[in-house]
């Protein structure tokens, strides 16, 4: 079982420009979640994702839109880069019938410069 | 709205001492807790989980949890630490009935080890 996986695990972009992070999801599991991990933040949600269709949303701007894929896996896109974007983007599967234990990735470090 | 205090943004200790993460929620509604951990560039490891039942939960690796319902705390025990537990522990919670992937993590507290 590879667990959730992510990729790329580091990137660096420019101000203005546009990103897309991606995550399968761990074997069985339907349901995908985004967070942002500001350095010495914990964890924000940004969305959710079950059925191909976001189901929860943090506090984050348009700017942040996602996507499933009928295999579960995800994407986070991000428009318009801003600096304040640089992080640690993690995404989290679980079963969205059994929500009682989230499984993440190792994340994908964004830069923004 | 829910959120999650961690008192302490660090804490040193020494090997082989006991230790203590606090962690306090606020929340009008009945919630699951955790305890993630976070080793240097990884994600994020669920350490122990509260959802019913006992009130005081335990991991394979010697760390317990006690929730306490009236005092709105799940803090973090081990009674002797290892050089190995080094890492950041990130305590959250979740609505009780909703969909876990809306967590509230607090900031995080820093356990650093010392020999």
Redesign the interface.
Known sequence: DAG?TQSPTHLIKTRGQQVTLRCSPKSGHD?V?W?QQAL??????IF?Y?EEEE??R?NFPDRFSGHQFPNYSSELNVNALLLGDSALY?C?S?L?VK?????????TRLTVV | AQSVTQLDSQVPVFEEAPVELRCNYSSSVSVYLFWYVQYPNQGLQLLLKYLSGSTLVESINGFEAEFNKSQTSFHLRKPSVHISDTAEYFCAVSNYGGSQGNLIFGKGTKLSVKP
Do not use: D, I, K
């Open positions: 959730v349901t979640s967070y010495g933040q914990g964890p924000q949600f959710q079950y189901r929860q943090g993690l989290a679980s969205y929500n009682t234990e989230a499984f993440f990735g190792q994340g």
